[in-house]
């Protein structure tokens, strides 16, 4: 199946830094793909580069199986990080005008601007100004002005920092039946635990190159044999210095997760482990999004 | 709810941009505040003095009193028509004649004291003597009331040059006929023809043109400046630059405004002709009889509406310029010192060019790109200069205007999405090179 959004080697340099140095990456139609990677990883650069805002030094960006075009633009939808509304427009103007600049005709972008707030709640809030609105109501208008058009692609960096709680849930249920019509996500973020819930796929990012991607639970299988759950009373940070073992992230209340090198003997180390600790559990389990991120940067170095 | 993307027509995003930036100050009331209050000052500007002249200058009742005993008909006559002065009778003046006392001194004293206790505001003596010297005297509380005063040394003057030509040896019939004033037609010489006009009307409608282009470029060319940094405090910019260049966006904005601004001085224009209109004419008036308005003929106003298009382009991407390279207002605040200084130093030169439009001076300041939108249209009203002299004013700005609107757009390109530190002059011509 033709992805609906490919990058290819793509690749940005400031004067001192390489902001984005070779990406690649495949996102098919109607799954959600996570960008992830620490702040300063290059997120922010490759979705504004797919976006057209700045211009790479080399490589591709396919929209639908072929190079995209300033028209493409208007079939995605796009949240900045970086966002905000005209404070002194009427909060229906404002959508219609976002609408039209995707090509929506100003008569059909007010009837979807209805529909939309009257979904958020917001409905006796289409004749104010959008300087008059609570910040979590000019977040929900935020977020319809993105997909008032009904973009196939939805580009969302960093879509859930700043939001409040009510309006992060409101807006995951959008993006689920977004999904559930065939459309396709991206969202950066650095926060990991919520790309576990929300991904089909994801990429790993760091210091602008790509360190690992592909489908979230193939990933997880691939290194789930190799991560376990240990609780013991004793000195856990001896652990990290056994062979065969690559990590040891604590988890509190004498919790860790333990993964170990793919060749590693388990018995061998439970054994060693036995010596010095009071081991009251050791099983294996799937790793979460931090460890595998920790271990592919670590790889990749 | 998924709805096929049909009947999707490319949006020409230039024309969205400027619609949405002009409704959004069109629609706001403190542009309709801004916009009626001017005219209101300015008419309040322009009527009040006017009643207030018209009120104060109401009646002077003088005593005149005449030891030659043949000037003061005259003069009381000539003053019970006083000419017309900037529009209203300047100086209406009730002339009471008194012959002369027996005793000067007691018949002073007395006319003193009733100016004292004001049942009159002054009295003229012709003394015989005095007036040898070619003095007559005025006493009044207020000395300081030139216009009325002026109007009576008129008629006093000219009663006594008729009065010696008559010594002389002239017929009194005759030289009445013989001291009329002249008065300066001024003739403008065009190529269709002379046309009689005012030397002051000509100067006016210059100075005019050039004082509303330097008001409408300053204004709107500011409010260039603060939207572009309200879209980036705001963080909209990059919403809209997700689907619109920046290119566009730039041009929305100074179209919006422009477009904005020309409302507010067809407001304007509409508001001063209607409400002030009997001020100019009365300002106008004050050249005597025989005078016409000046006539803003069709070459001048095009040139005129053509000049203040480029030059508002040129001004305002210079002040978008400025407002996507730094963060705020503060910050700006210096670098708008240079399209400023660019906007006031015509100021400068502008009288010497309306009164010599053909020196060297004018010519070189009217070809300047910067200079030329506010000089060059300030020339054409006061002379048509050479038609290659026009032609490659226009030609010279509009290149400025495009290479200022590409230089412009390149800081606008990057400088929009940059938030944070202040941006030094070096890293501002590094996004010009490398946008």
Redesign the interface.
């Given at each position: 199946m033709t992805p609906t959004l490919e990058l290819r080697e793509l690749r940005k340099a400031y004067?001192d830094t390489v902001a984005v140095d070779g990406v690649s990456l495949a996102v098919p139609p109607g799954t959600v793909f996570g960008l992830l990677g620490p702040n300063g990883a290059g997120k922010t650069t490759t979705l504004r580069m797919v976006?057209d805002?700045i211009a790479p030094d080399s490589g591709a960006v396919l929209f639908a199986g072929r190079a995209r075009t300033?028209?493409d633009?208007?079939?995605?939808g796009?949240?900045?990080e970086?966002?905000?509304?005209?404070?002194?427009?009427t909060v229906v103007d404002h959508l219609v005008?976002?609408g039209?600049?995707?090509?929506l005709?100003r008569r059909e972008g007010r009837e979807r601007a209805r529909e939309w707030l009257e979904r958020m709640e917001l409905a006796d809030a289409a004749g104010k100004k959008v300087e008059e609105l609570s910040k979590g109501m000019q977040q929900k208008v935020q977020i319809a002005?993105?997909l008032l058009?009904?973009p196939?692609l939805v580009i969302l960096d960093e879509p859930f920092s700043g939001l409040d709680p009510i309006n992060q849930g409101l807006f995951k249920e959008i993006l689920a039946g977004y999904k559930r019509?065939?459309?396709t996500i991206v969202f950066s973020t650095h926060v990991l635990e919520q790309a576990e819930k929300l991904c089909d796929s994801i990429g790993l990012i760091s210091r602008g190159r790509i360190v690992l991607d592909g489908e979230l639970a193939a990933i997880k299988r691939e290194m789930g044999g190799n991560s376990f759950r240990l609780v013991a009373a004793g000195d856990l940070g001896r652990v990290a210095a056994l062979a065969g073992v690559v990590q040891v992230l604590p988890a509190g209340d004498g919790a860790a997760r333990v993964l170990l090198a793919p060749d590693a003997d388990r018995a061998a180390v439970l054994r060693e482990m036995v010596a010095f600790l009071d081991v009251r559990e050791f099983v294996g389990a799937e790793p979460e999004l931090e460890e595998i991120f920790v271990r592919a940067v670590r790889d990749a170095a | 709810m998924r709805r096929e993307a049909a009947a999707r027509r490319r949006p020409n995003k230039i024309a969205v941009l400027t619609r949405r930036e002009y409704l959004s100050r069109v629609k706001s009331k403190g542009f309709w505040v801004a916009t009626l209050v001017l005219p209101a000052a300015m008419a309040a500007l322009f009527v009040l003095p006017t009643m207030i002249l018209a009120r104060t200058h109401a009646e002077q009742r003088v005593v005149l009193v005449d030891e030659t005993a043949r000037l003061g008909a005259g003069v009381a006559a000539r003053l019970a028509e006083p000419p017309a002065l900037g529009g209203l009778e300047a100086a209406r003046v009730a002339v009471e004649i008194e012959p002369p006392a027996a005793d000067p001194a007691a018949q002073r004293a007395a006319l003193d004291a009733r100016v004292l206790a004001g049942s009159i505001d002054a009295w003229i003596w012709i003394g015989r003597e005095r007036l040898a010297d070619d003095v007559v005297e005025y006493h009044a509380e207020s000395v300081s009331n030139v216009i009325t005063q002026a109007v009576i040394a008129e008629a006093v003057e000219r009663e006594v040059a008729a009065m010696r030509l008559v010594d002389a040896g002239f017929d009194p019939e005759r030289v009445g006929e013989l001291t009329r004033p002249v008065r300066l037609a001024t003739v403008r010489v065009t190529p269709e023809g002379g046309r009689e006009e005012a030397g002051e009307a000509g100067f006016f409608l210059a100075y005019g043109m050039f004082f509303m282009l330097y008001l409408v470029l300053m204004i709107w060319g500011q409010q260039v400046l603060t939207g572009v940094l309200e879209e980036k405090s705001s963080r909209i910019v990059e919403v809209i630059v997700s689907t619109a260049r920046p290119f566009d966006l730039m041009m929305g904005k100074l179209t919006g405004i422009g477009l904005a601004g020309l409302t507010q001085l067809t407001v304007w224009l509409v508001c001063l002709a209607a409400l002030s209109a009997p001020g100019i004419a009365g300002a106008l008036a004050a050249t005597p009889e025989g005078f016409t308005l000046p006539v803003l003929t069709l070459p001048v106003a095009l040139h005129f509406l053509g000049f203040f298009v480029l030059g508002y382009f040129l001004f305002a991407s210079l002040f978008a310029a400025v407002g996507a390279a730094f963060n705020n207002i503060q910050e700006a605040q210096h670098f708008t010192g240079i399209p400023i200084a660019f906007l006031v130093a015509p100021v400068l030169v502008i009288f010497p060019v309306i009164n010599d439009p053909d020196s060297t001076l004018a010519t070189v300041v009217s070809l300047i790109p910067l200079f030329a939108p506010v000089v060059m249209p300030v020339r054409v009203a006061v002379k048509m200069p050479p038609a290659w002299e026009i032609a490659l004013a226009y030609l010279l700005t509009a290149a400025a205007v495009v290479a200022l609107v590409w230089l412009c757009a390149r800081i606008y390109r990057v400088g929009i999405l940059m938030h944070g530190k202040k941006p030094t002059l070096a890293e501002i011509v590094r996004w010009v090179r490398y946008a």
């Open positions: 004067r976006m805002i300033r028209a633009l208007e079939r995605i796009y949240l900045p970086e966002r905000g509304l005209y404070r002194k427009m005008f976002l039209e600049l995707n090509g005709p002005g993105t058009h009904e196939e019509e065939g459309r | -």
